[in-house]
């Protein structure tokens, strides 16, 4: 672990692994350990990833202020990253709810970018809809799974504005694409690793504004990949599609049979294709 000092005098962690030029990794959760990422299905084997630990997740510092966990205000902790690290330019990779700040930063830091690969993202910060249908389409995929009925039905309730925590619990088949033990494993796992004060605030009033950015990233220059899923429940292949409508020079990868963390459900396919594209 190495740290460094954000503008507001919060201490932040950040992990890198494996060799080659940095590509600076950006968690989703929302606000969740970066543990989670792994090296990516092996991605370390073609260049070095710089994990973030977002500010009061990992091993970085509680900030002072908890509005600072507001995902704009995130974005000052990347360039105050990239500036320790002495990189004139640095590509991002960015994970479901880290797509958000990823997005946000290319807005707002589009000189510092040099490849931005955003995978199975969250869509919040460009205001694309996901809908209930299209959920139930993506799920239906799933039909011949046997833990489907009480997953579906589950979704139902949840669809049908019944959400209980136990119902998103029984969802969580749907996030991967094979529901075996090691899957089951990285569920479990994740419970500890994610801060739920900052997730409650990473989307509070204020952090998005989709039209400005939709904007500027259609005037984000540099090549963009998105990598979706193919039967990612939480960012379905049409949702992608259309974020990748956005740019002018983005390439969209349907990964077959993958789910939300597709380096888990096919290492060879996922680092294949993240790693062609960065190069």
């Known amino acids: 672990m190495t740290a460094f000092t954000a503008h507001d005098g919060t201490k932040l962690a950040y992990h890198a692994f494996g060799e080659g030029a940095p590509v600076l990794c950006l968690p989703g959760g929302p606000m969740q350990d970066s543990v989670y990422l792994g090296n990516l299905g092996g991605l370390t084997a073609h260049r070095q990833l710089i994990m973030l630990d977002l500010r009061g997740t990992g091993q970085s510092a509680v900030p002072e202020d908890v509005s600072s966990y507001r995902c704009d205000r995130l974005v000052d902790d990347v360039e105050s990253l990239r500036v320790h690290l002495g990189l004139d330019t640095v590509d991002v990779l960015a994970h479901s709810a880290g797509v958000n700040l990823a997005a946000l930063y290319a807005e707002c830091h589009p000189e510092r970018v040099g490849r931005l690969a955003l995978i199975a993202p969250s869509v919040m910060a460009v205001g694309i809809t996901i809908t209930g249908e299209l959920r139930r389409g993506t799920a239906l995929l799933r039909r011949d799974e046997p833990w489907f009925p009480e997953a579906f ?5 949840i669809v049908a504005g ?8 029984a969802i969580a088949p749907f996030f991967h694409g094979r529901w075996d033990e ?13 801060n739920a004060e900052a997730a409650g605030l990473f989307a509070a009033e204020g952090a998005f504004d989709p039209d400005a950015t939709r904007a500027a990233l259609a005037r984000f220059t540099a090549p963009v990949l998105l990598l979706a899923g193919e039967v990612d429940l939480n960012s379905p292949p049409p949702a992608v599609a259309e974020f990748a409508g956005l740019f002018p020079h983005a390439e969209l990868v349907v990964q077959p049979e993958a789910g939300h963390f597709p380096w888990l459900d096919d290492p060879g396919t996922f680092v ?3 790693a062609a594209f960065l190069g």
Request: proline share 0%; charged share 30%.
């Open 162 to 169: 019944n959400a209980t925590s136990e119902a998103f619990e």
């Open 272 to 274: 294949a294709t993240t």
């Open 182 to 194: 090691a899957a089951r494993a990285f569920r479990a796992a994740e419970d500890g690793q994610k």
């Open 153 to 157: 039905a589950a979704l139902e309730a």
